[in-house]
């Protein structure tokens, strides 16, 4: 049945697509992460506050975020960008951005909006007594949150973040389109180049699905250890 | 040293305190009753600001509570609250929830803060349980530890708000012997509770509260002697004879 295929192709390439394509991805996956949860906390603080001036722009941003295709935020950041790049630094002109960090910069925007909604549910998770016992103590509004709020309220999501995790880690696929060269886009150019598609492609596939069910298993394991004891 | 001058608050248009005059000097233990919804949990969260009100005003140790030039950390600082639900962090141990805010807000260092709860927890009959986890220990234990950490920051005054009703009964009377203790020593203290035989043994004053008003206002001996009112003498009966 395979007598057709050459699986050979795999072996030949397989160093170059996990050296290129794998770290690109990872790279991407890790930036975009820990960018996309620290702005999607402040996005949904400033979403939970009853100041207006906080609560709207916030919400405007994450519907805005959570109404475009992937795809399309990732074309039109990487042509914005540089724009924004240069009015921020005062060139009057585009500034030279690479893929790679258009692709960081528009993941972290692109995935807040949805840490920001899973972490709006974390927090609005934690008891309003929670939160009067930090004050009655004589702690800040940021001490109260640091120490009490998000501790708790990430242990409670942290299934859901690190699920959000694998999506931000499949989606990262899509940077084709700005001619990045992820792990998918390494093994498209192999496939193209030797004229392997189907291995390339049943390749990647199998890789993809070791990575994300590992770290779905993985998940189930940390929300064990980390559970806060009730 | 807690004075309440005409408090008003609202709810939208739901008036839950009305013009509320009161006020509970050093060293004097007061309960606060009524049935449930009249206000007595907004009165007392109305002392250290956690809830805001519209009118009047609570001064607390010379300062007023909702003046925009008291700095409110400060004085909740200075004001321990235990809470109906205990409200200890569930993902720390004991004494981290005792250290929290000696270090955070006092400036403590993890020595003294450590050592201080420790002589806390030894007080209120718990220092083996100091490196479990609030969740590994009963109800009464947890309120225990909750009053710890709130005498830990030395306050001048200390908030209980309805501090048993979440226990069982059989654990009620640990928690109530640690506030009497409280109270003998001299301890300022402000009670919410419907436990009128604690009101009756430790109070000096009874406060009792109908539809966010202050009713009666009077001595422990005269509330359960002679009330005034016919409503307290209601409540009295209800509660006491069931």
Redesign the interface.
Known sequence: MFAGFDFDVIQRSVLYLFREGMTFTLTLTAMAMTGGIVFGTLLAMMRLSSYAILNVPAGAYVNLMRSLPLVLVIFWFYFLVPWIGGWIVGAGQPIQVGAFWSAVITFTMFEAAYYCEIMRAGIQSI?R??V??G??????YW?TMG??VL??AF?NMLPVLLTQTIILFQDTSLVYVISATDFLGAAVKVANRDYRLVEMYTFVAVVYFILSFTASYFVRWLQARFA??? | MIEFKNVSKWYDTFQVLKNCNTKVDKGEVVVVCGPSGSGKSTLI?CV???EPFQQGEIIVNGESVSANATNL?????????V?Q?F?????MKVTDNIN??QI??LGRSVEEATTKSMTLLKRVGLEEHAHK????LSGGQQQRVAIA??LA?DPIAMLFDEPTSALDPEMINEVLDVMTGLAKEGMTMMVVTHEMGFAKRVAHRVIFMDYGEIVEDATTEDFFGKPRSERAVQFLSKILHH
């Open positions: 008891a007594g929670q009067w016992a004050y009655a103590l004589g702690l800040t001490q120490k009490i501790p708790q242990r806060v004891i009730r | 969260k250290n600001g956690l950390n400060r004085l909740r600082s200075k004001i321990g609250m809470f639900s409200e200890l962090f569930p993902h929290l805010a955070k807000v986890f609030p969740g590994q950490r709130g920051m």
